[in-house]
């Protein structure tokens, strides 16, 4: 189970071992998944203290980003809405997705 997992670390250990360059860790979060997932982070402290969904994005995007529209139809109210279930989903386990990239599943 996950053997070219732990042949590439295996290959990489080995290169920095012997003093070679080991190369660009494929494991790596590009920014926005990491930025995706602070703000998932955020969210879901949100959430457990008891925050609406319009506070939370005004949290994480602004007051003027949040204000300018009807949020029923708020492009952001769905993406806090999806930050929030991403948040929920990592604490319920699905950050040992984490430890797998870039090797099995899509991250988030």
């Known amino acids: 189970m996950l053997f070219d997992v732990r042949l590439a670390a295996a ?3 080995w290169l920095a071992a012997s003093g070679r360059n080991p190369g660009p860790d494929p494991a790596t979060l590009s920014p926005s998944q990491r930025d995706r997932l ?3 982070l955020r969210a879901l402290d949100g959430r457990l203290e008891g925050a609406t969904y319009r506070e939370i994005a005004v949290a994480l995007f602004g007051t003027k980003h949040v204000h ?13 809405i999806r930050l929030c279930d991403l948040g929920a989903n990592l604490m319920a386990g699905g950050y040992r997705q984490l430890l797998l990239h870039p090797f099995r599943q899509r991250l988030y």
């Open 68 to 80: 300018g529209r009807g949020w029923k139809t708020h492009d952001l109210r769905d993406r806090t």
């Open 38 to 40: 602070v703000k998932a």
């Open 11 to 13: 290959r990489r250990l």
